[in-house]
Nanobody, 118 residues
Framework: QVQLVESGGGLVQAGGSLRLSCTVS??????MGWFRQAPGKRREFVAN??????RTAYADPVKGRFTISRNATTLHLQMNNMKPEDTAVYYC???????????????WGQGTQVTVSS
């Protein structure tokens, strides 16, 4: 059974930091990514990485503030200098290809709420 389980969300003040984690079990993926969805908006790409080679990509709004990384079984997203517009439910996803489009991801976690207060 494939499972992706996110953790680490919460409430933080603007300028603060949070670290999200996504523990993966049941299979491996070519790439894994973080996406977010704010109320009334579509799910959007945040960052992804190639699981074996360390290739990474970031959405423009988070470049220089967020860092994606991994260890053997867990994907992380370190979020620094957070802004109120970062408020959303954050999801990790797994894909068999290098993708930044949510529809191309095959597996998803349940999501974790991140709220940034001004």
């Amino acid at each position: 059974q494939v499972q992706l389980v996110e953790s680490g969300g919460g409430l933080v003040q603007a300028g603060g930091s949070l670290r999200l984690s996504c523990t993966v079990s049941g299979r491996s993926f070519y790439s894994m990514g973080w996406f977010r969805q704010a109320p009334g908006k579509r799910r959007e790409f945040v960052a992804n990485m190639n699981w074996s080679g360390g290739r990474t990509a970031y959405a423009d709004p988070v470049k220089g503030r967020f860092t994606i990384s991994r260890n053997a079984t867990t994907l992380h997203l370190q979020m620094n200098n957070m802004k109120p517009e970062d408020t959303a439910v954050y999801y990790c996803g797994g894909s068999g290809r290098w993708e930044t489009v949510p529809s191309q991801y095959d597996y998803w976690g349940q999501g974790t709420q991140v709220t940034v207060s001004s």
